[in-house]
Nanobody, 123 residues
Framework: QSRLVESGGGLVQPGESLRLSCVASGFAWEIYAIGWFRQAPGKERERISCISSDGLGTYYARSVEGRFTISRDNAKNTVFLQMNDLKPEDTGVYYC????????????????WGQGIQVTVSS
């Protein structure tokens, strides 16, 4: 069965960094774009970054552009989200998801979700 598993979350102070990983198994991973989404307490889930199936196209929400970097290693079935200069407003549950459509201007609609991982930015 298809599965996405996130890792790398935790508690950090403002200005610090984290790298999230999303490992896929059980399906043809390489044909999908992959997105990272987050849900802050009391807010709707938002799309923050996407990467095309070939890794050549990326999308970032304005709130994270310049601080976050998405990348993928198809040989390892893994997508990474490098998060630098973290802010308290980056706190939330982070999810990776497959996507059947990618746009560098609008991102990627989620198809199948991982279980999510908590990121907390607090002093």
């Amino acid at each position: 069965q298809s599965r996405l598993v996130e890792s790398g979350g935790g508690l950090v102070q403002p200005g610090e960094s984290l790298r999230l990983s999303c490992v896929a198994s059980g399906f043809a991973w390489e044909i999908y774009a992959i997105g990272w989404f987050r849900q802050a307490p009391g807010k709707e889930r938002e799309r923050i970054s996407c990467i095309s199936s070939d890794g050549l196209g990326t999308y970032y929400a304005r709130s994270v552009e310049g601080r976050f970097t998405i990348s993928r290693d198809n040989a390892k079935n893994t997508v990474f989200l490098q998060m630098n200069d973290l802010k308290p407003e980056d706190t939330g549950v982070y999810y990776c998801a497959t996507a059947t459509f990618f746009s560098s201007t609008s991102g990627c609609p989620a198809h199948e979700w991982g279980q999510g991982i908590q990121v907390t930015v607090s002093s």
